[in-house]
């Protein structure tokens, strides 16, 4: 987990909740229902468990090439690109920048990530601040401090679904406890009866618009089964012709759904059993050199390539 950001919403978390059940809650409970209070322990509880689950989970880094698996996707590629040309020269020769599979009819390129030495597979990208290549890449979340993507992106969302419930709750309850105390006291003297009441309510209104929306966007994002880094290159656009279309979608919202939210969660494919110092030659995993991933690579079609030795990651 990467800090700062991530230490800054526990804090408005915590701090905001806590004033509300240490200083709204008792009068909000005496004075209209005491359900106010176990509603709200019950949202907060399920925003933190979200929250630290988002947070803490592998959101589906791919393993990096060990240097035999590399040399020997390597050597396979100028193989093959010697058979298909009729030629063996021999010597190095750097991967291709694509090549490209057939996803439901749609030709998807599959880029050659120069850090991790790998093909990503579809929807995978390689976040700058983690380092790593994710499976069905997000983003990557300042606020919670990881990479949202295959394996802890419901849990993302619903940490923001719940949180939007959380801050309206919130908000709507500080107001109903100033006015309550206006109505017998007068405003100022409300105030000064319950100054953290104030403070409750300017962090929900000036937070609320913005996660709310963020919830909005990311159902839309559920709702026709595309990502944030897809939207935001506009990946399945419209505007790039009728043959252009998200193979990813069911064709229906229902069951965009359910593939985003309650399919099985893959597992890790990280080995959290050994750790390797860096620069220390390791053995190759097999005799080949081939990893089940890099297997799988390996076997993919690779009659489409474009070289562009140029581009930066």
């Known amino acids: 987990v990467h800090g700062g950001v991530f230490y800054l919403t526990l804090v408005l978390i915590l701090v905001t909740s806590g004033l509300f059940f ?3 809650c008792p009068y909000l409970s005496e004075k209209i229902t005491p359900a106010i209070p176990a509603v709200g322990a019950v949202l907060f509880f399920f925003v933190m468990g979200t929250l630290l689950r988002t947070s803490f989970s592998d959101p589906g880094v791919l393993p990096r090439a060990t240097p035999e698996e590399a040399a020997d996707l390597e050597r396979q590629i100028g193989n093959t690109e010697d058979t298909a040309n009729g030629s063996n020269t021999g010597g190095y020769r750097p991967p291709p ?4 599979v057939i996803i439901n009819g749609q030709a998807i390129k599959l880029k050659y990530c120069f850090t991790c030495k790998i093909f990503r597979p579809p929807r995978a990208s390689h976040c700058s601040l983690c380092d790593n290549c994710v499976e069905r890449f997000d983003h990557h979340c ?19 679904l719940s949180l939007s419930f959380l801050t309206v709750f919130i908000f709507a309850f ?10 017998k006291t007068g405003f100022l003297t409300a105030l000064k009866d319950s100054p953290a009441s104030v403070l409750e309510a300017v962090v929900c209104f000036f937070s609320v618009w913005s996660i709310v929306g963020l919830s909005g966007f990311h159902t839309y994002l559920i709702s026709s089964n595309q990502t944030t880094n897809e939207d935001i ?70 009659k489409s390539h474009t070289y562009n030795y140029g581009f930066h990651l």
Not at 97 to 100: A, L, Q, S
Not at 142 to 160: D, L
Not at 174 to 183: A, D, G, K, L, P
């Open 174 to 183: 500080v107001i109903t406890h100033i006015i309550h105390r206006t109505q």
């Open 22 to 24: 240490a200083f709204d």
């Open 233 to 302: 290159k506009g990946s399945w656009s419209s505007k790039r012709g009728k043959e252009n279309f998200n193979p990813y979608s069911y064709g229906n919202i229902c069951a965009n759904c359910c593939s985003a939210l309650c399919g099985p969660i893959p597992p890790s494919l990280i080995d959290r059993r050994g750790f390797i110092q860096p620069d220390t030659p390791q053995p190759a995993a097999s005799s080949n050199g081939i990893t089940m991933y890099g297997a799988t690579q390996s076997q993919s079609n690779m």
């Open 142 to 160: 300042p606020w919670v401090g990881n990479c949202v993507g295959k394996r802890n992106y419901r849990f993302f969302y619903m940490f923001i």
């Open 97 to 100: 920048r694509t090549k490209e």
